[in-house]
């Protein structure tokens, strides 16, 4: 298979970890005899400080012209100030908005080898694996805005178009797994939220009647992810609440280094990146954990590129460090490796 990847590394820790995802990549081309053809773009911070914008045209047109799009991470306090124009994450939302990708994957799961790290009691952590539907470009973050010394103002807009066509994401994959879907919303006050529980109740019961749902509150939901997170299975929710669940989630994995996403629209086009963010406090210091932007590398390989089969080797190279008991710092506190060292080793159980 050949297949153009545009691949944009950004900012803090973003350029260390996306490194030895490249090297996983590059050994499953040679391995299956793909041909993986890199552009790389500038994005986020970095953009801002060479173009002037965190999301510049050349960047645009790469991430347009390839088959998806690699991201390490975005952001850092050099570009936190609240009150300037350009910033890191306008760049994303600007990205997604203009790549049309509407359906932000991310998988909780747990690793028995990383349990203890998890706040969350043991006994509650066993066999999870959750995937989170996120709508990604809709809703609060990218509806009318205003804002004075004394007012501020933020709409929050949905279509029933919208709404059908992430519930229809979700429930395609949980066909896939479990044949069973929560939908997550706030019906009882909100307006949008209404008609989120209304389109979604209508497409189950007319094109996926097999399908089970379970309807939840957002805030009941907080609460049953901490008191009963191995009931869940495929989990979709509009764009502000998945944004806070998957978060909250993530806790339940013992490390948010650890998990990866994928940000899907039509045609099997995606944007790929770890969810935990640039971590400039660490950056350059060796202590990121690259596992979540290499499970990245699997996601993209399964969704956008159909190698299902490479795609499981990675994950179960994953799989088989931590067997080994290799860590990274936000792994285990007494006993770890470097990114660089956790990289290779992940790196040799490609064979």
Not at 262 to 270: E, I, K, M, R, V
Request: with cysteine.
């Amino acid at each position: 298979m050949k297949s153009e990847i545009t691949v944009l590394s950004g900012d803090g820790i973003g350029p260390e970890i996306t490194e030895h995802a490249l090297n996983i990549l590059n050994a499953i081309e040679k391995k299956y005899g793909h041909e993986f053809i890199l552009h790389d773009a500038l994005f986020g911070g970095i953009a801002i400080d060479k173009t002037g914008d965190p999301y510049p045209q050349e960047t645009r047109d790469l991430c347009k012209a390839s088959d998806a799009v690699l991201l390490g991470a975005v952001g850092g306090p050099k570009w936190s100030d609240p009150k300037a124009e350009t910033r890191p994450e306008k760049g994303l939302l600007d990205m997604r908005s203009d790549l049309g990708v509407y359906a932000n994957l991310r998988q909780i799961k747990t690793y028995p080898q990383l349990i203890d790290n998890s706040p969350i009691e043991n006994s509650r952590l066993k066999d999870i694996d959750i995937l989170f539907v996120r709508e990604l470009i809709g809703g609060i973050y990218f509806g009318e805005k205003e804002k004075s010394e004394d007012y501020a103002k933020d709409v929050c807009e949905y279509s029933a178009t919208e709404i059908q066509r992430i519930v229809k994401v979700a429930a395609d994959l949980s066909k896939k797994r479990k044949n069973k879907l929560t939908s997550v919303d706030k019906a009882n006050v909100m307006a949008t939220s209404q008609l989120w529980r209304s389109v979604t109740t209508t497409i189950i019961e007319n094109e996926y009647p097999d399908l089970e749902i379970e309807h939840l509150l957002v805030d009941a939901a907080t609460m049953h992810l901490l008191s009963r997170p191995a009931d869940f299975d495929v989990v979709v929710a509009e764009n502000l609440f998945g944004d806070i669940l998957t978060d909250e989630a993530s806790m339940l994995t013992g490390s948010i280094g650890m998990i990866p996403s994928a940000s899907l629209g039509d045609n099997n086009f995606g944007v790929y990146e770890p969810i935990h963010g640039s971590a400039p406090d660490i950056q350059g210091k060796g202590l990121a954990n690259p596992c979540g932007m290499i499970l990245s590398v699997a996601m993209m390989l399964k969704h956008s590129l159909n190698l299902i089969d490479e795609a499981n080797e990675i994950e179960n190279a994953v799989q088989t460090v931590l067997n080994q008991g290799i860590f990274t710092a936000d792994l285990s506190s007494h006993d770890h490796v470097s990114t660089d060292e956790m990289g290779k080793a992940i790196l040799s159980n490609i064979n």
